[in-house]
Each structure stands twice: as structure tokens, then as C-alpha cells.
Nanobody
Framework: VQLQASGGGLVQAGGSLRLSCAAS????????MGWFRQAPGKEREFVAA????????YYADSVKGRFTISRDNANYTVYLQMNSLKPEDTAVYYC?????????????????WGQGTQVTVSS
């Protein structure tokens, strides 16, 4: 599976961004997808995941109620809608894919990773 993330940028606190991750190379509708992020000097952390059907999602507490993960299986794309952004959301965001688990939330559970896209939130 090849993953290509896009949509990052610079936004003011309180603003919104939508990240996209385009997948290719495998039956997209049968793989779980997730988003992780890594801030400078910190370890990469889980943000959100969506099951292959799109019916189940899971979020880190830090983004719950502000971020929404969704997927379009027809177009092999997963999205992360980020609202009410805060300076602490500043990080490189990575999309990831996994074919083994229903709703993986651990970094080690994911087999495929895209390149990161930078999100910077100014105060």
C-alpha cells in the first residue's frame, strides 16, 4: 500500500484544516486507516482511526470533539477534518494503513505509512 498525505499548512488558532491521504496498491476497502502526529522533540502519537467499513472510529482524547476522521472507499482516500485548532496541534501528521486489525490505535499495529504533512497552528 502506498500512501500520500496532503492538506497541511499554516492556520491561526481556532481555524480548520482538512488533511487527505490517498492510497493505492491494495484493496482499500479492506484496510483500517489511521492518523498519527509528531511534534518537535516528542514521540509520534495516535490521533484517530477508522475501520475499513467506515462505521467505527476512535480518537485520542486530545482531539475528541474537534477532529473527524472519515473515508471514501470509492476514491481510496481517508480524511482528517480538524476544527478548533490549537497551537498544541502543531505537528507533522502521518497517515497509516493496516490490514490485520479492525480499529488499530497503536503505532506498531500499522504496516504502511505515508510521508508526513506539516500542520502549524499559530497563536
Amino acid at each position: 500500500v502506498q500512501l500520500q498525505a496532503s492538506g497541511g499548512g499554516l492556520v491561526q488558532a481556532g481555524g480548520s484544516l482538512r488533511l487527505s491521504c490517498a492510497a493505492s496498491g491494495r484493496a482499500f476497502s479492506r484496510i483500517a486507516m489511521g492518523w498519527f502526529r509528531q511534534a518537535p522533540g516528542k514521540e509520534r502519537e495516535f490521533v484517530a482511526a477508522v475501520a475499513w467499513s467506515g462505521s467505527s472510529t476512535y480518537y485520542a482524547d486530545s482531539v475528541k470533539g474537534r477532529f473527524t476522521i472519515s473515508r471514501d472507499n470509492a476514491n481510496y482516500t481517508v480524511y482528517l477534518q480538524m476544527n478548533s485548532l490549537k497551537p498544541e496541534d502543531t505537528a507533522v501528521y502521518y497517515c497509516a494503513a493496516d490490514s490485520k486489525y479492525w480499529l488499530p490505535t497503536l503505532e506498531a499495529e500499522y504496516d504502511y505509512w505515508g510521508q508526513g504533512t506539516q500542520v502549524t497552528v499559530s497563536s
